[in-house]
């Protein structure tokens, strides 16, 4: 799943976040968009599991900061 992550101005450690969310999934990827300043993340983890990352890492988020992205997937690489 892919998410976009709102943190308004708050600063945020992206280090410590992906930490957290690479104990959860070790394939997932995290950057920030240059443009809007939000963060990008495709991930397995559910958002509830998300909010649960940024915490453990320091970033309490309220449920509408990470919005989920409709699904890009042509169903080709696995079938």
Partial sequence: MEYVI??????????AIERQLLDLDPAALLDRD???GALRCSTSALA???MLVFAQAGHRLAPDA????PSV?????SG
């Fill in 73 to 77: 997937c042509c169903g080709g690489c």
């Fill in 66 to 69: 990470i919005e989920r992205l």
């Fill in 6 to 15: 709102r943190l308004d101005d708050a600063p945020a450690d992206l280090a």
């Fill in 48 to 50: 509830v599991e998300l």
């Fill in 34 to 36: 240059a443009a809007s």
